[in-house]
T-cell receptor, first 111, second 115 residues
């Protein structure tokens, strides 16, 4: 079992819709969770971090964490073509010592 | 403020040559990471530096790879006797570990091509 699992996609949504990206992790001791966006040919860019159960909202983005289910998700409201990218889920239980990245989900927002 | 910088942005080298890749982290960040990303693949952890502690080299794929961090700031990743399978984008990230927040901020990467 991979430590951090994401559906590789592509996930295709129409412009204006909600995109839902999901991630599961295997280490129950994980404490820190991150979502990164990576455009083709570019480096990963941090979108959200979440450290406690529940929802965290930042603009059009909402991160949701459920530690009991070992599940973290990212919702993108009012999706735009510019949101088309690969989204990486990252999980850490080492206090920053070694963050584990998922392989990413490709999102395609159709205009 | 300035982000993580890396140089060169692109490097083409012949098989068997040595290369040095440089990373300049965000000022004040205590942790520095190197990753490798092959085309269409995920991030592969290479090495981690935190303050003055011994680096975690567990991700280095072979003894041809080495890295150092001078003065707790700039880091250099060295690949000796490059092979074609070393071709990838090498990403550096830094983090303010110890603050209770562990977000990593990435540089633009160095694209290495071994011919």
């Amino acid at each position: 079992q991979k430590e951090v699992e994401q559906n590789s996609g592509p996930l295709s949504v129409p412009e204006g819709a909600i995109a839902s990206l999901n991630c599961t992790y295997s280490d129950r001791g994980s404490q820190s969770f991150f979502w990164y966006r990576q455009y083709s040919g570019k480096s990963p860019e941090l979108i959200m971090s979440i450290y406690s159960n529940g929802d965290k909202e930042d603009g059009r983005f909402t991160a949701q964490l459920n530690k009991a289910s070992q599940y973290v998700s990212l919702l993108i409201r009012d999706s735009q073509p510019s949101d088309s990218a690969t989204y990486l889920c990252a999980v850490d239980n080492t206090g920053g010592f070694k963050t584990i990245f998922g392989a990413g989900t490709r999102l395609f927002v159709k205009a | 403020g300035a982000g993580v910088s890396q140089s060169p942005s692109n490097k083409v080298t012949e098989k068997g040559k040595d290369v040095e890749l440089r990373c300049d982290p965000i000022s004040g960040h205590t942790a520095l990471y190197w990753y490798r990303q092959s085309l269409g693949q995920g991030l592969e952890f290479l090495i981690y530096f935190q303050g003055n502690s011994a680096p975690d080299k567990s991700g280095l794929p072979s003894d041809r790879f080495s890295a150092e961090r001078t003065g707790g700031s700039v880091s250099t990743l060295t690949i000796q006797r490059t092979q074609q399978e070393d071709s990838a984008v090498y990403l550096c990230a830094s983090s303010l570990v110890g603050s209770g927040r562990y977000e990593q901020y990435f540089g633009p990467g160095t694209r290495l091509t071994v011919t």
